[in-house]
């Protein structure tokens, strides 16, 4: 395989992830209370995919291009530290409530850290791609499910702390783009570092977001209630990853 097919992989992936910032506008079209309904499944089933693309696809992948050693479950544990560093020290928190549901933050300070947070998911995928351009394309698609629900609740913060939605939409876009930043860095740095050790790192990345900071969101449910069918989507998210992995061994 030629180098050309995974940076061109990555470029693809990297403008179609920055182009779900876009997501957001759905709360404008279809109102804050539909889209209400909807916030809380997806999360689950972005969960559920993240934690599948961590265990069938990312620690499977580090592990045959690394071996079983302490290196990469090591890598593992830094990538977990590293978002649990960034939620703390830029008291920045996913949080894919509807607007209604934050407390008003700074703006700004929540780009830096989306932009943040993107530059590293790019490194990572951008390895996955480097690795095998089929399990890069799956890594993609188990952070898609997660920028989803991200973006509308991003966007709901922006406009909720006073930002035109115009101006949020845009804002969003240019955070995002530090995804295709952070895929082109990682395909570069490839030729002169083995980035082998980005797949366990994205592991612990996707493990974090998708346990510690989505779990608690959907267990909550609607008003505090909590709901069986939110189980249920995060259910199918993670079989959803477990399927992709036997069909990628398959072939």
């Known amino acids: 395989m030629s180098t050309v097919e995974p940076l061109a992989a990555i470029l693809v992936a990297g403008l179609a992830m920055s182009l779900i910032a876009f997501v957001g506008a759905l709360v404008l079209l279809l109102g804050e209370k539909r889209v209400e309904k909807v916030v809380l499944p997806l999360v689950a089933l972005s969960s559920g995919s993240l934690i599948g693309g961590a265990l069938f696809h990312l620690l499977p992948g580090g592990v045959a291009r690394m071996g079983n050693v302490p290196a990469v479950y090591i890598a593992v544990a830094a990538g977990f530290l590293c978002f649990l560093f960034l939620e703390h020290v830029l008291y920045w928190h996913h949080c894919h409530r509807p607007a209604g549901a934050h407390r008003k933050p700074m703006g700004l300070l929540l780009l830096i850290g989306d932009g943040v947070h993107n530059f590293i998911g790019g490194l990572a995928i951008g390895a996955a791609f480097v690795a095998d351009v089929r399990l890069g394309a799956l890594a993609w698609a188990a952070a898609a499910m997660h920028e989803i629900p991200q973006e509308l609740g991003d966007f709901g913060v922006l406009v909720h702390s006073g930002w035109p939605p115009r101006h949020a939409l845009a804002a969003n876009f240019v955070s995002a783009l530090t995804f295709p930043l952070g895929g082109v860095v ?56 477990l399927l992709a992995a036997v069909l990628y061994q398959d072939h």
């Open 186 to 241: 990682a395909w570069s740095s490839s030729s002169v570092v083995d980035v082998s050790f980005l797949l366990p790192f994205a592991a612990g990345n996707f493990l974090y977001i998708g346990a510690a900071d989505l779990v608690p969101q959907f267990r909550e449910g609607r008003e505090g209630r909590p709901a069986l069918s939110n189980v249920l989507w995060w259910a199918f998210g993670l079989g959803l990853l």
